[in-house]
């Protein structure tokens, strides 16, 4: 009997490791689970295992020797961990492996010279690593090598000349890997598509010899090579990419490097020939506009006979195509239409217009692709991807990508289900596993143009997330204990079959749990500051839950206000049965909220745990949530000192929870709907049942920056890297704070008619009518103020969270906004502006009526 182990759990102690006797288990599929621990000898005895996957956890140690004795293993996929250690001379013993992957870990040693024994394999990817030695020659004999990168490698010695006899080898990376001598002639290699041996120490010529016709990328970049181009790449008609630069190369350019190319509109050529000795040209200096040219450092820059030099020896000569996001949605949809708080959005190139559903988001990212402009490549691997998997082209979407380092393609990509005559939403479980599995057994058909790829995640939420099982405490997963049962129904026939929990140890670490773990249908929790109510209390307080005293719903229940026994206004959250507020963020919200203190977070009275309910009970906020003042049905409005205020308060209670809560915390969940107001406009964070705790000490003493667990928040607010990676940061809430200002400034929803608000306001902002988007309700206001407002909203929603600054400055750039408003609107004390005053927050002395659209009120420090 086989089993196939999928995707069971989150965090463990301890996992399934070793199934003997009559077992037969065939895949280990365990990719981004946030497993940390050492992997266990006793993986070597999966004897049927071909699939071993651990991609992307937190794993350390050595790989174990012993996974050399599973001959029947076809893929083995450790990247993305921290094991360290050398490569065992076992793996050699793989003779049916396909695929090796254990990049970007912290792998030492040398390359065994065992791994020539690896007949099979095709993709050999040990980059991003701490190799050393010499390359052994002996791979020359891995006759069905498709893809050889070591980039980033401490590798010393040669470029081993046999290197010219693989037969099929179609990209060569070995970039940044510390490599001396000379370049070798590699013509003889019929199907090389991309060769990457920049940032070495080779010296001596280029080799003349032609390489083949399918050449897309040449990039021999920072070394000591000298002599002269070889003409022969001026007969290469795929070619896209030539990096030459920083090197020692002399003579003359050969022009007919592009004037024998025959270009189409698609077609791009990068000449990058910087900081050499190159004193002429060969032909006219006349590239075609698809054709970029960098001369920058050269003799010819000084040659003032001929002609347009200077257009190309400039520091400005052209720029790597870094394509931004893109979308190919024009619907107009109605905006209520789709349920947006449970993961449905309109399918971009849906056959039946409006067609409603919820995707599978997929991090994707292409290594080392053969092209360097993608957008002629669109449709095309559109029509790749959905063929392989089986789909419509409709059912892709690809939401954004970005050029990395590497170079590679990273992508964010969802597949809708398909429209059927019951028009469908959601994939079944048996859809979701099989496009999961094609993924993940690299089932794709070969593709030279768009090289290998790596799965980066493969993210489940909404309608899917029931596949996904979040463990924290310290008994086994409801997943485990599937798998447990399903071992010992395959192991009935034989009494000595042995079912170990090997694999994974979880290492003991530093957490701030919870007053109480340990739940059961009743929790009793007792919390210095947090009151515990009957439930005949609640009932009291809200007349018997009447309809009249609702004052809100959301995805977890009904909000109440509520009048308590000592005449206190409360605001009480009901959970309805079957709610998404589970036990967990229940008691995550009672335990975060009883520790927390600020005049901008919402304060919790108590709670109520009585009779099968969960209610929890607030401080009133009489004017609502942020989101109902900005919302097209609101009939007054805010204007825009007020909406800055508002701003810099959320900014306040949110850079108290990341810099001086003990330890800090990540919100996780922040939008407009989030952000409550009381009687005087102060802003106050609230909801806490998605929060997570700050990463503390790991086990060398450092701090992680971030926190690996699966994605959890609202569309439209949620962070692309955090979508992409699973990795939680304090820059994940500035990004959706940065979604929040731009809701402020523009009155619109952050996902609506199709479109996204991030991406309009950046086309808005680009083409210079931003101020044709800014929320005409709120009045007049100083326009250099809003322009830095919005300067501020697009840095907090870059892709990149290096990009993004920091709650304080977030805080900082806001108060310098405030100090910029006109004497007859804000007057804000110097004391205020700094933070280092410590000031929780400025709060307005005006009346409601005072805030509506048209006068600006006056601000006082509070």
Same mark, same amino acid.
């Given at each position: 009997?086989?089993i196939r182990?999928?995707?069971?759990?989150q965090?463990?102690?301890?996992?399934?490791?070793?199934?003997?006797?009559?077992c037969?288990?065939?895949?280990?599929?365990?990719?981004?689970?946030?497993?940390?621990g050492?992997?266990a000898p006793?993986?070597?005895?999966?004897?049927?295992?071909?699939?071993?996957?651990?991609?992307?956890?937190?794993?350390?140690?050595?790989? @174990?020797?012993?996974?050399?004795?599973?001959?029947?293993?076809e893929l083995l996929?450790?990247?993305?961990?921290?094991?360290?250690?050398?490569?065992?001379d076992?793996?050699?013993?793989?003779?049916n492996l396909?695929?090796?992957?254990?990049?970007?870990?912290?792998?030492?040693?040398?390359?065994?010279?065992?791994?020539?024994?690896l007949?099979?394999?095709?993709h050999l990817?040990?980059n991003?690593?701490?190799?050393?030695?010499?390359i052994?020659?002996e $791979?020359?004999?891995?006759?069905?090598? $498709?893809?050889?990168?070591?980039?980033?490698?401490?590798?010393s010695?040669?470029l081993?000349?046999?290197?010219?006899?693989?037969p099929?080898?179609?990209i060569?990376?070995?970039?940044? #890997?510390s490599?001396?001598?000379?370049?070798?002639?590699?013509?003889r290699?019929p199907?090389?598509?991309?060769?990457?041996l920049s940032?070495?120490?080779?010296?001596?010529?280029? @080799?003349?010899?032609?390489l083949?016709?399918?050449?897309?990328?040449?990039d021999?970049?920072?070394?000591?090579?000298?002599?002269?181009i070889p003409?022969?790449?001026?007969?290469?008609p795929?070619?896209?990419?030539?990096?030459?630069?920083?090197?020692?190369l002399?003579g003359?350019?050969?022009a007919?490097?592009?004037?024998n190319m025959?270009?189409s509109?698609?077609?791009?050529?990068l000449?990058d020939?910087q900081n050499n000795?190159?004193?002429?040209?060969?032909?006219?200096?006349?590239?075609?506009?698809?054709v970029?040219l960098?001369?920058q450092?050269?003799p010819?820059?000084s040659n003032?006979?001929?002609q347009?030099?200077?257009q190309f020896?400039g520091?400005?000569?052209g720029?790597?195509?870094?394509?931004?996001?893109?979308t190919?949605?024009?619907?107009?949809c109605?905006?209520?239409?789709?349920?947006?708080?449970?993961?449905?959005?309109?399918?971009?190139a849906?056959p039946v217009p #409006?067609?409603?559903a919820s995707p599978?988001r997929?991090?994707?990212?292409?290594?080392?692709?053969? &092209?360097?402009?993608?957008?002629p490549?669109?449709?095309?691997?559109?029509?790749?991807?959905?063929s392989?998997l089986?789909?419509?082209l409709?059912?892709?979407?690809?939401?954004y990508?970005?050029?990395?380092?590497?170079p590679?393609?990273?992508m964010?990509?969802?597949?809708?289900p398909?429209?059927?005559?019951?028009?469908?939403?959601?994939?079944?479980i048996?859809?979701?596993?099989?496009?999961?599995?094609i993924?993940?057994s690299w089932e794709?058909?070969?593709s030279?143009l768009?090289g290998p790829?790596e799965?980066l995640?493969?993210?489940?939420?909404?309608?899917?997330?029931y596949?996904n099982?979040?463990?924290?405490?310290?008994?086994?997963s409801?997943?485990? $204990?599937?798998?447990?049962?399903?071992?010992a129904?395959?192991c009935a026939?034989?009494?000595?079959?042995?079912?170990?929990?090997l694999?994974?140890?979880?290492h003991a670490?530093?957490?701030h749990?919870?007053s109480?773990?340990?739940?059961?249908?009743?929790?009793?929790?007792?919390?210095?500051?947090v009151?515990?109510?009957?439930?005949?209390?609640m009932?009291?307080?809200t007349?018997?839950?009447?309809?009249?005293?609702?004052v809100?719903?959301?995805?977890?229940?009904?909000v109440y206000?509520?009048?308590l026994?000592?005449?206190?206004i409360?605001?009480?959250?009901?959970?309805?049965?079957?709610s998404?507020?589970?036990?967990?963020?229940?008691?995550?919200?009672?335990e975060?909220?009883?520790?927390?203190h600020?005049?901008?977070?919402?304060?919790?009275?108590?709670?109520?745990?009585e009779?099968?309910?969960?209610?929890?009970?607030y401080?009133f906020?009489?004017?609502?949530?942020?989101q109902?003042?900005?919302?097209?049905?609101?009939?007054?409005?805010?204007?825009?000192?007020?909406?800055?205020c508002?701003?810099?308060g959320s900014?306040?209670?949110?850079?108290?929870?990341?810099?001086e809560?003990?330890?800090?915390?990540f919100h996780r969940?922040?939008?407009?709907?989030n952000i409550?107001?009381?009687?005087?406009?102060t802003?106050?964070?609230?909801?806490?049942?998605?929060?997570?705790?700050?990463?503390?000490?790991?086990?060398?003493?450092a701090?992680p920056?971030h926190?690996?667990?699966?994605?959890?928040?609202?569309?439209g607010y949620?962070?692309?890297?955090?979508?992409?990676?699973h990795?939680?940061?304090?820059k994940?809430?500035?990004?959706s704070?940065?979604?929040?200002?731009?809701?402020?400034?523009?009155g619109?929803? @952050?996902?609506?008619?199709?479109?996204?608000?991030v991406r309009?306001v950046?086309?808005a902002h680009q083409?210079?009518?931003? &101020?044709?988007?800014?929320d005409?309700r709120m009045?007049?206001y100083?326009?250099? #103020?809003?322009?830095r407002?919005v300067?501020?909203?697009?840095?907090?929603?870059?892709?990149?969270?290096?990009?993004?600054?920091?709650?304080?400055?977030?805080?900082r750039?806001?108060?310098?906004?405030?100090q910029?408003?006109p004497?007859?609107?804000?007057?804000i004390s110097?004391?205020s502006?700094a933070?280092?005053?410590r000031? @929780?927050y400025?709060?307005?002395?005006v009346?409601?009526?005072?805030?509506i659209?048209?006068a600006?009120?006056?601000i006082?420090?509070r």
């Amino acid at each position: 009997m086989g089993i196939r182990v999928h995707q069971i759990g989150q965090e463990f102690y301890a996992w399934i490791s070793g199934l003997m006797g009559t077992c037969t288990v065939r895949e280990l599929q365990l990719m981004n689970m946030n497993l940390s621990g050492s992997l266990a000898p006793e993986l070597g005895q999966l004897s049927h295992l071909k699939i071993l996957d651990f991609m992307w956890n937190d794993l350390n140690g050595s790989i @174990p020797k012993e996974i050399g004795n599973i001959a029947s293993l076809e893929l083995l996929l450790l990247n993305g961990n921290k094991l360290s250690g050398s490569l065992p001379d076992e793996l050699g013993y793989l003779s049916n492996l396909n695929r090796l992957q254990v990049d970007q870990n912290q792998i030492s040693g040398t390359i065994p010279k065992s791994f020539s024994n690896l007949s099979s394999v095709k993709h050999l990817h040990l980059n991003n690593n701490s190799i050393s030695g010499q390359i052994p020659h002996e $791979l020359s004999n891995l006759s069905y090598l $498709l893809h050889l990168i070591l980039d980033n490698n401490n590798l010393s010695g040669y470029l081993p000349p046999e290197f010219s006899n693989f037969p099929d080898l179609r990209i060569l990376s070995l970039r940044n #890997c510390s490599l001396q001598g000379a370049v070798p002639d590699l013509s003889r290699i019929p199907s090389l598509r991309y060769l990457d041996l920049s940032q070495n120490q080779l010296t001596g010529s280029i @080799p003349s010899n032609k390489l083949s016709n399918n050449m897309t990328t040449i990039d021999l970049s920072d070394n000591n090579l000298n002599g002269s181009i070889p003409k022969s790449f001026s007969d290469l008609p795929s070619l896209q990419k030539l990096s030459l630069e920083n090197n020692f190369l002399t003579g003359s350019i050969p022009a007919n490097i592009w004037q024998n190319m025959s270009f189409s509109s698609a077609t791009r050529l990068l000449l990058d020939l910087q900081n050499n000795s190159l004193s002429d040209i060969l032909g006219d200096l006349n590239p075609p506009e698809n054709v970029t040219l960098r001369l920058q450092g050269n003799p010819i820059c000084s040659n003032q006979n001929i002609q347009n030099i200077r257009q190309f020896c400039g520091s400005d000569a052209g720029g790597d195509d870094m394509p931004e996001s893109q979308t190919n949605s024009t619907m107009i949809c109605p905006i209520q239409a789709c349920p947006v708080d449970n993961y449905f959005e309109y399918v971009p190139a849906s056959p039946v217009p #409006c067609f409603c559903a919820s995707p599978l988001r997929i991090g994707y990212r292409l290594k080392s692709p053969s &092209f360097s402009y993608f957008p002629p490549y669109v449709y095309p691997f559109e029509m790749y991807l959905t063929s392989s998997l089986n789909l419509d082209l409709y059912q892709l979407s690809i939401e954004y990508y970005v050029w990395e380092k590497g170079p590679r393609l990273r992508m964010y990509l969802k597949l809708f289900p398909r429209v059927s005559d019951h028009h469908s939403s959601t994939f079944n479980i048996s859809e979701i596993l099989r496009i999961r599995g094609i993924f993940t057994s690299w089932e794709f058909s070969g593709s030279d143009l768009f090289g290998p790829y790596e799965l980066l995640n493969f993210t489940l939420l909404g309608p899917y997330s029931y596949v996904n099982f979040e463990t924290r405490g310290k008994s086994l997963s409801k997943g485990i $204990l599937i798998a447990i049962v399903l071992v010992a129904i395959a192991c009935a026939v034989s009494m000595s079959a042995v079912v170990t929990l090997l694999i994974v140890r979880r290492h003991a670490r530093y957490q701030h749990t919870l007053s109480r773990r340990h739940l059961s249908s009743k929790i009793s929790i007792k919390i210095d500051g947090v009151k515990s109510f009957t439930f005949k209390e609640m009932a009291l307080a809200t007349e018997e839950f009447n309809s009249s005293t609702q004052v809100g719903q959301g995805g977890y229940g009904k909000v109440y206000k509520g009048i308590l026994s000592d005449n206190t206004i409360v605001a009480i959250k009901r959970a309805m049965e079957g709610s998404l507020q589970g036990k967990k963020e229940f008691l995550t919200e009672i335990e975060m909220l009883s520790r927390l203190h600020h005049i901008n977070l919402v304060s919790l009275v108590g709670y109520c745990d009585e009779k099968g309910e969960q209610m929890l009970v607030y401080e009133f906020m009489p004017n609502g949530t942020l989101q109902n003042w900005l919302s097209a049905k609101s009939k007054e409005t805010l204007n825009f000192g007020v909406r800055l205020c508002i701003a810099l308060g959320s900014a306040k209670g949110i850079l108290y929870l990341h810099t001086e809560a003990h330890p800090p915390i990540f919100h996780r969940d922040i939008k407009s709907s989030n952000i409550l107001l009381d009687s005087k406009f102060t802003a106050k964070v609230a909801d806490f049942g998605l929060s997570r705790l700050a990463p503390v000490l790991d086990d060398e003493g450092a701090v992680p920056n971030h926190v690996s667990t699966i994605v959890k928040g609202t569309p439209g607010y949620l962070d692309p890297e955090y979508l992409l990676t699973h990795k939680l940061t304090d820059k994940s809430d500035v990004y959706s704070l940065g979604v929040v200002f731009l809701e402020i400034l523009t009155g619109m929803k @952050p996902i609506s008619h199709g479109k996204n608000i991030v991406r309009e306001v950046n086309l808005a902002h680009q083409s210079g009518v931003m &101020f044709s988007i800014i929320d005409s309700r709120m009045g007049s206001y100083p326009s250099e #103020c809003v322009e830095r407002f919005v300067a501020l909203a697009l840095r907090c929603c870059q892709d990149r969270p290096e990009e993004r600054p920091s709650m304080l400055d977030v805080v900082r750039e806001l108060e310098n906004i405030l100090q910029m408003m006109p004497e007859t609107g804000l007057n804000i004390s110097s004391s205020s502006s700094a933070y280092a005053s410590r000031d @929780p927050y400025i709060s307005s002395n005006v009346s409601g009526g005072d805030l509506i659209s048209g006068a600006i009120p006056t601000i006082t420090p509070r």
